[in-house]
């Protein structure tokens, strides 16, 4: 399984970026779809999550500012951002898991201006 992010970029505090994974197979075989972030010095953390049955786990850091969702037919998920701060800056890792197995994608840097 290869996994492609992109969508990251600079922006400006308030502002909105879109992020993309696209998957090298049908993501509607895969039982998890998420992203994480991983800050300098800080633990990789999740940010959202699509789970089996469609329910989603959104962070309580980015709720109701960031959103998750899938597109089958492209094989690709997106984390909308909306309403940047600063703290949400951070590389930004796609996450999928066929099984038992964990993909993750190379990564986005997402920085958030003041």
């Known amino acids: 399984v290869q996994l492609q992010a992109s969508g990251g970029g600079l922006v400006q505090a308030g502002g909105s970026l879109r992020l993309s994974c696209a998957a090298s197979r049908t993501i509607s075989d895969f039982n998890l779809l998420g992203w994480y972030r991983q800050a300098p010095g800080n633990e990789r953390e999740l940010v959202a999550q699509?789970?089996?049955?469609?329910?989603?786990v959104i962070a309580d850091s980015v709720k109701g500012r960031f959103t998750i969702s899938r597109d089958n037919a492209k094989n690709t998920v997106y984390l909308q951002m909306n309403n940047l701060k600063p703290e949400d800056t951070a590389v930004y890792y796609c996450n999928v898991r066929l099984s038992v197995i964990n993909y993750w994608g190379q990564g986005t840097q997402v920085i958030v201006s003041s």
């Open positions: 699509i789970r089996g049955g469609g329910s989603t």
